[in-house]
């Protein structure tokens, strides 16, 4: 069986401010705020001393593999947005922390 799967990078600094972006292969809308994992499937997470590195989804639709990478820029900017906030002591994604 070979199942033959196509892998995609995306930096997360070229989404749209609400991390929403579509599946380059099947066009669904993956969105952070979706937790149904009915459009997609977090398959890895990357984290380094300075948060999450890099995030590795699965496209449900299509089965194709998109590697996030660039969230140290994102976390750089919700420090800028939000100065009066704390990061609450979770095993969530820092990403995909919401208010
Ligand atoms: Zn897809």
């Excluded at 459009?39 to 299509?62: A, K, Q, T």
């Amino acid at each position: 069986m070979n199942k033959q799967i196509h892998a995609y990078k995306r930096d997360i600094d070229t989404t749209n401010r609400d991390g929403a972006f579509l599946c380059p292969q099947c066009g669904a809308k993956i969105s952070p705020d979706d937790h149904s994992e009915l459009v997609y499937s977090i398959v890895d997470i990357s984290v380094n001393s300075f948060g999450l590195e890099e995030l590795v989804i699965c496209c449900n639709r299509c089965s194709c593999i998109i590697h996030l990478s660039g969230f140290s820029k994102i976390n750089e900017l919700s420090v800028m947005h939000h100065p009066a906030e704390t990061e609450p002591e979770t095993d969530d994604v820092p990403y995909f922390v919401h208010t």
